[in-house]
Nanobody, 118 residues
Framework: QVQLVESGGGLVQPGGSLRLSCAGS????????IGWYRQAPGKQRELVAA???????NYADSVKGRFTISRDNAGNTVSLQMTSLKPEDTAVYYC????????????WGQGTQVTVSS
């Protein structure tokens, strides 16, 4: 089993930056593709970015050039650096893992709220 714990959400003005972190544990976390997903009110959950154990990344078109995903396998953390934030980035952000494919895994964190507003 994999426990995923997100941190780093909050309120930020448009154009600002936030860094989210996902802490995990165990061999499953270390070999999994870890993804960040988000869900805005009334919308489906969508992939934001994902990173493989080897460092290969995948981004949604809407965040390319603004968000950067990275992982520290030694520290069992995956971070999402978000810059040039827009109001449409407002959502609950979830960490996901448990698979070696690019599809969502079985394990989800509890979510962290990101609100972009002036």
């Amino acid at each position: 089993q994999v426990q995923l714990v997100e941190s780093g959400g909050g309120l930020v003005q448009p154009g600002g930056s936030l860094r989210l972190s996902c802490a995990g544990s165990g061999i499953i976390f270390r070999i999994s593709i870890i993804g960040w997903y988000r869900q805005a009110p009334g919308k489906q959950r969508e992939l934001v970015a994902a990173v493989s154990s080897g460092g290969t990344t995948n981004y949604a078109d809407s965040v390319k050039g603004r968000f950067t995903i990275s992982r520290d396998n030694a520290g069992n953390t995956v971070s999402l650096q978000m810059t040039s934030l827009k109001p449409e980035d407002t959502a609950v952000y979830y960490c996901n893992g448990g698979t070696t494919t690019w599809a969502p895994g079985n394990y989800w964190g509890q979510g962290t709220q990101v609100t972009v507003s002036s």
